[in-house]
């Protein structure tokens, strides 16, 4: 697989500059930031969480992860994880675990981590495990200008950029 078409899309769409990083395959966002040799500050990893009211994208370094108590209190909504078996059926083009930040291509509201706009480039999933877009932080903002920026994320102990 390469690319997903949506995502391909999309930034087509937004006139976009980027660059391809191809690495050899990965099963995590930590693993994949040392198989391309990138800070793992600036990979951009998308965490699907559900509601009775639908689902909804949190985006954030793949350093931290996801305090769902300050997505509650910002949402109003009592979001968990998502389904495995949901993230195939709503990201078709997209292998599992591979999924682009730009949820909102996908008609998802998305929530983006302030601490990903502080970097100076940001890299993320292309929609399979062997292939990142990378991009200067203007661009990914610009792509990103239909998510909602929030904090909601922490750094994971032991793990740094």
Known sequence: MSMSATLQDYLRSKGSRYEIVHHPYSHSSMETAAAAHIPGDRL????????ERGYVAAVLPSTHAVRLSELWAKTGRHLVLAREVDLRELFKDCEAGALPPVCTAYGMQTYLDESLAQQPDVYFEAGDHEELVHMGSDQFLDLMDRAERARFAHRIQGKSS
């Open 44 to 51: 951009a990893k998308t965490v699907l969480l559900e509601d």
